[in-house]
């Protein structure tokens, strides 16, 4: 249990706390000087042009309008409200940033990635287009100017409370309430865009709070989006090397890994049993929730196994420096796992047009039923005899082959 904690927690920090720490750390210890300084004034344009550029490259769209965003806020604070009038009009800017940025981030940590120049991509850069033109209406016109300075002064809870923050309440209540949401989110499915924009928003809230319009509140923004850059790295990495289905690795990493596994090892190839007339007779979506269920079982195999998605309805463990017949213990304990695990069919309706445009609803299929899902398992060891990667699969293959053809739901070990 505490290493899972530990884990959970190093998922959580890692990178993003990291790089924020860091970050701090270099710039509150002491003002840098001379050559210091002038990288620490580049590294903001550094930081936004590298990670939109990646972020384009890559095609993640939630992360490029992140860091759009995001070095949209900095500059703004940065070269706008200096050059502009008043202090009211410099509070006016400054709240707004800080009542819109953690809209923006919550929002893209629910939007699906739809690409940059497509019509979703558009729209969004449309959006965008609309907040800046609505803090222009407000700069530039009286009657808003008040409207909008009461409503984001506005007092939720008494100002004692909010003094330590030079944020007003209502975007103070913005920040806490997004970065719960975010968090809570991130526990749930820590994948490196909610990650990044979590890490994003915390740097965003320091930067604010740091002044908003100077070099140290700009360097924690460019921090920000530095984390978010790392996270589009990540993003690409785990699309070559995991499963997006089942978030298994993928048959790339287990290629990986036979190079780096050593001399002595088994491979463990596993197959769902009956998996085409399953799909043909309840559904893909069901048949995707068996490969979902089944790789959950997977990550939990004992003996030291590391599960891999191979591909179709196969998946793949390797055992380090263990024989088969070491690792079969494992595999039938995981074997009995997936038999003994009660999978519901979930409720379908199907909709039918009649003539007219009226919908007919038709009888729901399968409610509530519950089916028997198993696995067939072969496996074959590598006890230094030189064999490569290949042949040991090919001998688990064979074995595979041998338990489907003894009744399935079994597992074989390759002679």
Same mark, same amino acid.
């Given at each position: 249990?505490?290493?899972?904690?530990?884990?959970?927690?190093?998922?959580?920090?890692?990178?993003?706390?990291?790089?924020?720490?860091?970050?701090?750390?270099?710039?509150?210890?002491?003002?840098?000087?001379?050559?210091?300084?002038?990288?620490?004034?580049?590294?903001?344009? @550094?930081?936004?042009? $590298?990670? /939109? =550029?990646?972020?384009?490259?890559?095609?993640? &769209?939630? !992360? %490029?309008? #992140? *860091?759009?965003?995001?070095?949209?806020?900095?500059?703004?604070?940065?070269?706008?409200?200096?050059?502009?009038?008043?202090?009211?009009?410099?509070?006016?800017?400054?709240?707004?940033?800080?009542?819109?940025?953690?809209?923006?981030?919550?929002?893209?940590?629910?939007?699906?990635?739809?690409?940059?120049?497509?019509?979703?991509?558009?729209?969004?850069?449309?959006?965008?287009?609309?907040?800046?033109?609505?803090?222009?209406?407000?700069?530039?016109?009286?009657?808003?100017?008040?409207?909008?300075?009461?409503?984001?002064?506005?007092?939720?809870?008494?100002?004692?409370?909010?003094?330590?923050?030079?944020?007003?309440?209502?975007?103070?209540?913005?920040?806490?309430?997004?970065? @719960?949401?975010?968090? $809570?989110? /991130? =526990?749930?499915?820590?994948?490196?865009?909610? &990650?990044? !924009? %979590?890490? #994003? *928003?915390?740097?965003?809230?320091?930067?604010?709070?740091?002044?908003?319009?100077?070099?140290?509140?700009?360097?924690?923004?460019?921090?920000?989006?530095?984390?978010?850059?790392?996270?589009?790295?990540?993003?690409?990495?785990?699309?070559?090397?995991?499963?997006?289905?089942?978030?298994?690795?993928?048959?790339?990493?287990?290629?990986?890994?036979?190079?780096?596994?050593?001399?002595?090892?088994?491979?463990?190839?596993?197959?769902?049993?009956?998996?085409?007339?399953?799909?043909?007779?309840?559904?893909?979506?069901?048949?995707?929730?068996?490969?979902?269920?089944?790789?959950?079982?997977?990550?939990?195999?004992?003996?030291?196994?590391?599960?891999?998605?191979?591909?179709?309805?196969?998946?793949?463990?390797?055992?380090?420096?263990?024989?088969?017949?070491?690792?079969? &213990?494992? !595999?039938?304990?995981?074997?009995?796992?997936?038999?003994?695990?009660?999978?519901?069919?979930?409720?379908?309706?199907?909709?039918?047009?009649?003539?007219?445009?009226?919908?007919?609803?038709?009888?729901?299929?399968?409610?509530?039923?519950?089916?028997?899902?198993?696995?067939?398992?072969?496996?074959?060891?590598?006890?230094?005899?030189?064999?490569?990667?290949?042949?040991?699969?090919?001998?688990?293959?064979?074995?595979?082959?041998?338990?489907?053809?003894?009744?399935?739901?079994?597992?074989?070990?390759?002679?």
């Amino acid at each position: 249990m505490g290493a899972k904690v530990l884990r959970a927690v190093y998922r959580l920090i890692v990178p993003g706390g990291l790089v924020l720490l860091v970050s701090a750390l270099a710039m509150e210890s002491h003002m840098p000087q001379g050559v210091a300084a002038s990288f620490w004034h580049y590294y903001p344009y @550094i930081i936004f042009g $590298v990670g /939109l =550029l990646l972020s384009a490259l890559f095609n993640c &769209s939630r !992360l %490029f309008f #992140a *860091l759009l965003v995001v070095a949209m806020a900095d500059r703004a604070l940065l070269w706008l409200v200096p050059r502009l009038g008043t202090e009211g009009i410099h509070r006016i800017i400054f709240d707004a940033i800080a009542l819109l940025l953690p809209l923006n981030l919550l929002a893209f940590s629910f939007m699906r990635d739809r690409g940059i120049v497509s019509p979703p991509g558009r729209r969004r850069v449309a959006f965008i287009a609309a907040q800046v033109v609505f803090v222009g209406l407000i700069v530039l016109v009286q009657p808003l100017q008040v409207r909008a300075a009461g409503l984001m002064h506005g007092e939720i809870i008494p100002k004692g409370y909010s003094e330590w923050s030079r944020l007003s309440q209502p975007a103070l209540f913005v920040f806490v309430l997004a970065g @719960i949401v975010m968090l $809570v989110y /991130l =526990l749930d499915r820590r994948r490196p865009v909610e &990650s990044g !924009l %979590f890490w #994003a *928003l915390v740097t965003a809230f320091i930067a604010l709070n740091a002044g908003g319009a100077s070099h140290l509140s700009s360097v924690y923004f460019a921090s920000g989006g530095l984390i978010l850059g790392i996270a589009v790295l990540e993003t690409s990495y785990t699309m070559a090397f995991h499963d997006e289905l089942t978030q298994l690795p993928s048959r790339r990493a287990l290629n990986q890994a036979l190079l780096k596994v050593g001399d002595a090892y088994t491979v463990a190839m596993i197959d769902v049993d009956h998996f085409k007339q399953f799909n043909d007779t309840y559904g893909h979506e069901t048949g995707d929730q068996v490969l979902r269920m089944i790789a959950s079982r997977l990550e939990g195999v004992t003996g030291g196994g590391k599960a891999f998605r191979y591909g179709g309805e196969e998946f793949a463990v390797i055992f380090a420096n263990k024989s088969s017949d070491e690792a079969y &213990s494992s !595999l039938e304990t995981l074997r009995k796992k997936i038999e003994s695990t009660p999978f519901k069919i979930r409720d379908v309706e199907r909709r039918e047009r009649r003539k007219g445009g009226k919908k007919k609803r038709a009888p729901r299929m399968h409610a509530k039923k519950r089916v028997r899902v198993t696995v067939s398992i072969g496996a074959a060891s590598c006890d230094g005899d030189g064999r490569v990667a290949d042949d040991v699969i090919q001998s688990a293959d064979k074995a595979l082959y041998r338990a489907k053809s003894s009744g399935r739901n079994c597992t074989v070990v390759s002679g």
